[in-house]
């Protein structure tokens, strides 16, 4: 059983907020992420996390359609429907 109680979401001081997630995602997928890490380390000239790289490409790249109305097709979409991350911004 686990103990820990993480709140779904929750203010940060910079005035983002932060939420809790845990997705499954093949090796190959994780490799992708750790390059981008690895390139945003570059950049930043300082150690990255995953996490890091991961909001990173997030707000960086633009929501396709944020404000359209899902489809069923586009709702029901798993995560490998999901673009692939590239090594480029």
Known sequence: MNDRVTPPMHATPDGEAELSLVIRLPWEDVARLGQEAGRL???????V???????NR???????AAHAKPTEQTSAAPVSALPRLTGTA
């Open 49 to 55: 996390t995953l996490d890091e790289a991961v909001s």
């Open 58 to 64: 997030l707000r960086t790249r633009p929501a396709a």
């Open 41 to 47: 380390a570059s950049q930043m000239q300082r150690p």
